[in-house]
């Protein structure tokens, strides 16, 4: 199985500024997707990240409040951009390679909360 | 928006006792996975289980899957105060590009010592 860490593990940030989230793998995957549980709520997919292309973003989700970075095929960062108390979440990073067949592992989580 | 509705939303049963968990998706899937949070913390992966498979066990836990109805359970048998936590079904769809998946709404799974 894949190993995965995130930083920060929770922040209390305030509304108006940006928050960085970090997602390390401990292996090489082709895939990386990010996703939002908001609070009391399911999962829902933020965007997909592969290396070497752009992210693609579910409907809902703009670049410009969630960039995303997958500089390798280890790593990936999403930010939380201009927050506000409607971004308190728990972001989670995820993975999915072929040596795992199917299955989709995650990451911690980051626990945001937004003043 | 959500592919799977799950049910019961909350259950509470008592140590030992046998818990059923329930997912329904709409439409057709690769696969359907089973996970498990505790507390606002990750997801842990419980069991996978593929679109041509009907039944599958792990531990204590027992999948089934009914293609021809579109719905799985999860069945935890001898619960345990540590099995305590949010189980959620997620869907593998055929028609999906994007290879991720699509989460149902969760069961909140309460056991009494």
């Known amino acids: 199985s894949a190993v995965i860490s995130q930083k920060p593990s929770r922040d209390i940030c305030q509304r108006g500024t940006s928050l960085t989230i970090q997602c390390q793998v401990d292996?090489?995957?082709?895939?990386m997707f990010w996703y939002r549980q908001q609070p009391g709520q399911s999962l829902t997919l933020i965007a997909t990240a592969n290396q070497g292309s752009e992210a693609t973003y579910e409907s809902g989700f703009v670049i410009d409040k969630f960039p995303i970075s997958r500089p390798n095929l280890t790593f990936s960062t999403l930010t939380v951009s201009n927050m506000s108390p409607e971004d308190s979440s728990i972001y989670l990073c995820?993975?999915?390679?072929?040596?795992?067949?199917?299955?989709?592992?995650f990451g911690p989580g980051t626990r945001l909360l937004v003043l | 928006s959500q592919q799977g509705e799950e049910d019961p939303q909350a259950l509470s049963i008592q140590e030992g006792e046998n818990a059923t968990m329930n997912c329904s998706y709409k439409?057709?899937?690769?696969?359907l996975q089973w996970y498990r949070q505790n507390s606002g913390r990750g997801l842990v992966h419980l069991i996978l289980i593929r679109s041509n498979e009907r039944e599958k066990h792990s531990g204590r836990l027992r999948v089934t899957l009914d293609t021809s109805k579109k719905s799985s359970s999860l069945l935890i048998t001898a619960s345990r105060a540590a099995d305590t936590a949010s189980y959620f079904c997620?869907?593998?769809?055929?028609?999906?590009?994007?290879?991720?998946?699509?989460f149902g709404g969760g069961t909140r799974l309460m056991v009494k010592p």
């Open positions: 997620a869907t593998d769809l055929i028609d999906n590009a994007g290879n991720m998946l699509t």
């Open positions: 439409t057709s899937i690769n696969n």
């Open positions: 292996s090489q995957v082709t895939m």
């Open positions: 995820s993975v999915k390679d072929q040596r795992y067949q199917e299955t989709q592992y």
